[in-house]
């Protein structure tokens, strides 16, 4: 079974600092997919990126980017420029190539400090 | 907002007794799939459906189903309600069975008693 572990229960960075979550999972397949959603104080599950496992390039979007190290089984999450809007909790998620739904990690709770 | 709507938002239950939970996917979207998030056991997948036939199952109790119909809504019904199945349920919707992204609902929040 896939396991998904997020080693870092509660992170915390200055406003405009750069701040990196570790995500690690171990599989056997060789198609999958890796995700982070955002969750808010409100509860909402929102997308955050994706990486398609078979693309060596590192998914980004605007201030979000991961650092992909697929021998490593590591998916990283780095937010730029941290705002204040950014605190949540961050959770990790792998999916395989087939129909199935996602596996997540436990989470980690970002705090932005003003 | 995602577009995914989920009813009702919170539920307030005694033990033994059976509720259902709907879910509405945006629209175009044919995949419906429901999570529990509980403090105990975090965030699980439980089940999925594509088109209205089921595609893949987690962590489902058997004391849960769930259906699809061809208005493409989803529901989940849970009986026989334990304390332990307090928690958040969620229902997410993508385009198709392939890991597209998946949208989610804001969730229903069960409570049992």
């Known amino acids: 079974a896939q396991t998904v572990t997020q080693s870092q229960p509660e992170m915390s960075v200055q406003e405009a600092e750069t701040v990196t979550l570790s995500c690690t999972y171990d599989?056997?397949?060789?198609?999958?997919?890796l995700f982070w959603y955002k969750q808010p104080p409100s509860r909402q599950m929102i997308l955050v990126i994706r990486?398609?496992?078979?693309?060596?390039q590192n998914a980004t979007e605007n201030r979000f980017s991961v650092n992909f190290q697929k021998a490593a089984k590591s998916f990283s999450l780095k937010i730029s420029d941290s705002q204040l809007g950014d605190a949540a909790m961050y959770f990790c998620a792998y999916r395989a190539g087939g129909a199935d739904g996602l596996t997540f990690g436990k989470g980690t709770h970002l705090i932005i400090q003003p | 907002d995602s577009g995914v709507t989920q009813t009702p938002k919170h539920l307030i239950t005694a033990t033994g007794q059976r509720v259902t939970l709907r879910c509405s996917p945006r629209s175009g979207d044919l995949s419906v799939y429901w999570y529990q998030q509980s403090l105990d056991q975090g965030l699980q997948f439980l089940i999925q459906y594509y088109n209205g036939e089921e595609r893949a199952k987690g962590n489902i109790l058997e004391r849960f189903s769930a259906q699809q119909f061809p208005d493409l809504h989803s529901e989940l019904n849970l009986s026989s309600l334990e304390l332990g199945d307090s928690a958040l349920y969620f229902c997410?919707?993508?385009?198709?069975?392939?890991?597209?992204?998946?949208?989610f609902g804001p969730g229903t929040r069960l409570t049992v008693t």
């Open positions: 997410a919707s993508s385009v198709g069975e392939s890991p597209y992204e998946q949208y």
């Open positions: 990486q398609e496992a078979y693309k060596q």
């Open positions: 599989t056997s397949e060789s198609d999958y997919y």
